[in-house]
């Protein structure tokens, strides 16, 4: 059973990311979308929690907020794919749950 958690609060005005993180189990997966995309920057003081669980979680941020927010996407953390709407709803199928972190 995988699960894709989602992410869509900032992680620098909330503790999402990090409870997301904290119960992502290996081979699950995590969107990043709204504003829960600069948990997905590089340089930031989250950086090196993402990039650590990527061991064993996949992560994934939505274009189109990065661009809604004039950030682009070579400001992504290496190794987090960009992907579009469909993706979201193929992601979505994907995986047996969807957890949503608020």
């Known amino acids: 059973m995988t699960i894709l958690h989602t992410v869509n609060k900032s992680p620098f005005e909330r503790n999402s990311?990090?409870?997301c993180i904290d119960h992502a189990k290996e081979g699950s997966?995590?969107?990043?979308?709204?504003?829960?995309?600069?948990?997905?920057?590089?340089?930031t003081e989250k950086s090196g929690l993402v990039t650590?669980?990527?061991?064993?979680?996949?992560f994934y941020v939505l274009g189109p907020d990065l661009k809604a927010?004039?950030?682009?996407e070579d400001k992504v953390i290496s190794g987090i794919k960009v992907i579009d709407y469909d993706d979201f709803v193929d992601l979505v199928t994907e995986h047996s749950n969807t957890q949503s972190w608020l």
């Open 29 to 43: 997966a995590v969107l990043f979308f709204e504003d829960g995309i600069y948990g997905a920057l590089q340089g």
């Open 52 to 58: 650590a669980a990527m061991k064993a979680v996949k």
């Open 69 to 72: 927010r004039g950030i682009s």
């Open 17 to 19: 990311l990090q409870s």
